[in-house]
């Protein structure tokens, strides 16, 4: 009888214990999504089709050559960099603005920091007047592609004319296994004030809006991921009324979209520094699907989202102390990196 309760007892031991091993060694896949205005990452070539003349390299005097390998060695290594806490590597998934075409992000994948990455480029050329591109590129490890599609945005001015601008682009593809589209955008700048251009933002968002309805017209429950340089903050009517993109999670229901951005530009935080003003135009936003709201951890989920401004991306001293290190200044090239800090998120769910 005594062998016969030992017996037991030894059993439910170690029943216990390995239902306690098994929640430890619960292991999770973690994917780093991130979004960067790489700066007028143009080449040395004067494109007669483009205004690209007026870009920062080629106006400077001297070795651009050099300037233009030193420029993508820097790119190369804060993106190399971005989530690598986390994640052990750089994003599975980058979209980058204000890119001059594709050479350049050919040059940029290649950079020793990023080439065993071995990351894929999708990019379109856009109408922009200064012939500059958004793109996404993504690690094939984890990332395929299954569909992509440039959307014009269409604008004019209050004189009829046609202003030119950057498309947006969907990308929608397996990741890890499981179907998410990511929209990548590059919004009209605020030349000739907030107020007066506001309208294109405006417009760029209703652009948005409907490349969202297209992809839910497939599947109402889609996994969407926004990102962008929108030169709006999240507090912008771009976002609030016409996105309709809302900051806290517990209003969120079925088919909203969420900014986690929203409650960090509350909070000081700032993506770029401009004329003595700190700014947030830099942003990823998500639809409800991928809220980390229920215990479903087998799909994945929005974990974290934050802008990446070590101290080697910010200026030291002087007037724009705190703000990004940027490439350009007063006719040279500085060293630095760009006028904007990256963002990015981290998604995350169970390993099966």
């Known amino acids: 009888m005594r062998c016969t309760f030992y017996s037991v007892v030894f059993?439910?031991?170690?029943?216990?214990?390995?239902?306690?091993?098994?929640?430890?060694?619960?292991?999770?896949?973690?994917?780093?999504?991130?979004?960067y205005n790489v700066e007028n990452l143009f080449d040395t070539i004067d494109d007669p089709s483009k205004y690209d003349e007026a870009s920062p390299l080629m106006e400077l005097k001297g070795n651009k050559s050099k300037v233009y390998k030193d420029k993508m060695k820097n790119m190369a290594m804060v993106i190399s960099k971005i989530g690598l806490e986390k994640t052990n590597t750089s994003p599975a998934i980058i979209?980058?603005?204000e890119v001059e075409n594709r050479k350049v992000l050919e040059d940029l994948v290649a950079a020793n920091a990023l080439k065993d990455k071995q990351y894929q480029i999708i990019?379109?050329?856009?109408?922009?007047?200064?012939?500059?591109?958004?793109?996404?590129?993504?690690?094939?490890r984890y990332f395929k592609p299954i569909a992509q599609k440039n959307y014009e945005l269409r604008i004019?001015?209050?004189?009829?004319?046609?202003d030119y601008t950057r498309d947006q682009l969907l990308v929608s593809g397996i990741l890890d296994g499981e179907l998410i589209h990511f929209i990548v955008n590059h919004w009209p700048s605020r030349s000739g004030g907030e107020a007066k251009s506001r309208p294109k933002r405006e417009k760029a968002a209703w652009l948005t809006t409907q490349i969202i309805e297209d992809i839910k017209k497939e599947d109402p429950k889609a996994k969407i991921i926004i990102m962008g340089d929108l030169n709006d903050d999240p507090n912008n009517s771009s976002l609030k009324k016409v996105l309709k993109a809302k900051g806290k999670k517990k209003e969120i229901q079925e088919g909203d979209i969420y900014n986690p951005m929203e409650n960090m530009f509350k909070?000081?935080?700032?993506?770029?520094?401009?004329?003595?003003?700190?700014?947030?135009?830099d942003q990823i936003l998500i639809s409800s699907s991928l809220l980390t709201t229920t215990n479903e951890y087998d799909t994945y989920?929005?974990?974290k989202t934050n802008i990446f401004n070590p101290r080697f991306l910010t200026t030291k001293s002087g007037r724009y102390k705190g703000y990004p290190f940027r490439s350009y200044g007063n006719?040279?090239?500085?060293?630095?990196?760009?006028?904007?800090?990256?963002?990015y998120m981290y998604l995350i769910k169970e390993k099966k």
């Open 95 to 97: 979209g980058l603005s």
């Open 123 to 140: 990019h379109f050329d856009s109408p922009d007047e200064r012939g500059i591109d958004v793109a996404l590129l993504y690690q094939k």
């Open 11 to 35: 059993i439910l031991f170690i029943t216990s214990f390995n239902g306690y091993s098994q929640k430890k060694t619960t292991q999770f896949n973690i994917r780093t999504i991130a979004f």
């Open 267 to 281: 909070r000081g935080f700032n993506t770029l520094g401009y004329r003595d003003n700190i700014n947030l135009f």
């Open 156 to 162: 004019w001015d209050e004189k009829g004319r046609r």
């Open 331 to 343: 006719g040279l090239f500085t060293g630095g990196y760009s006028d904007h800090f990256p963002v």
């Open 301 to 303: 989920k929005m974990f």
